[in-house]
């Protein structure tokens, strides 16, 4: 019974620090952003010093996600050599995937501005909204394909968004997931903040690695 608890120990703390880790060096990797977000104010002026500062999160994001699905296949990693393989291994195309994000992301948030003081084209307002939260949840198709498999940018834009409607079951899953983390983040940011990095990612993984398999048969 002793080593078995020993044994349980050993494992859960492990795991714990794992999942520190790892949103650790996710932190640190977007310390870019953390500055521009705690020296300027969040407006119209300032937008510009938010898009650059953005510009790093993708492959941190994709680092966390390669680092969270090798967890779940191999019970146990190298938290920081893990992550920083990941990074380096999925820069490029994180890069590109969310360049290509903030583009779109910008481009309808402007839209959605200047709709606001065109009355006459209010009644676009709606399909903006619409098509800023399939850019965002992309995401959660994106990253984790991005990681597994060699795929175009193109591609990776195409298939995340089909996956969005043909597996719209695992889509409101993972959204429930993303959603109830930026609730929880109001009434207790400082435990969300050294976790979301890491559990998030981790529980997408998990939802999706059987759909993450199909989609590769199927497309890829």
Same mark, same amino acid.
């Given at each position: ?23 650790? &060096? ?29 510009? #790093? %999160? *993708? ?7 390669? *680092?969270?699905? =090798? ?7 190298? *938290?920081? =050599? ?18 290509? =994000? ?38 959660? !198709? ?6 597994? !498999? ?6 990776? &834009? ?9 597996? &719209?079951?695992?889509? /409101? ?9 930026? /609730? ?16 998030? #990612? ?15 048969? %199927?497309?890829?």
């Amino acid at each position: 019974m002793k080593d078995f608890t020993d044994k349980l120990y050993y494992r859960v703390a492990n795991t714990a620090l794992t999942f520190l880790m790892i949103n650790l &060096w996710f932190l640190l990797a977007n310390s870019l952003f953390i500055t521009v977000f705690f020296l300027f104010e969040l407006t119209i002026e300032n937008s510009l010093f938010y898009i650059l500062s953005l510009i #790093p %999160t *993708a492959p941190a994001v994709a680092a966390s996600f390669f *680092a969270m699905g =090798q967890f779940l296949e191999d019970g146990d990693i190298n *938290a920081t =050599q893990t992550f920083f393989k990941g990074y380096k291994k999925n820069f490029r195309p994180a890069l590109m995937y969310g360049m290509s =994000q903030i583009i779109l992301i910008c481009i309808l948030g402007f839209n959605y501005l200047h709709l606001r003081l065109t009355p006459n084209l209010s009644f676009l307002i709606p399909l903006t909204l619409i098509l800023l939260v399939g850019v965002l949840l992309t995401n959660l !198709y994106a990253f984790p394909i991005l990681v597994r !498999y060699h795929i175009t940018l193109k591609n990776l &834009w195409i298939v995340a968004i089909v996956s969005l409607y043909k597996h &719209w079951v695992r889509t /409101l899953l993972n959204l429930f997931i993303v959603v109830s983390f930026l /609730l929880l983040f109001f009434h207790y940011p400082s435990i969300i903040i050294v976790s979301f990095a890491s559990v998030v #990612p981790y529980l997408i993984m998990y939802i999706s690695k059987d759909v993450i398999i199909k989609i590769g048969e %199927t497309y890829l």
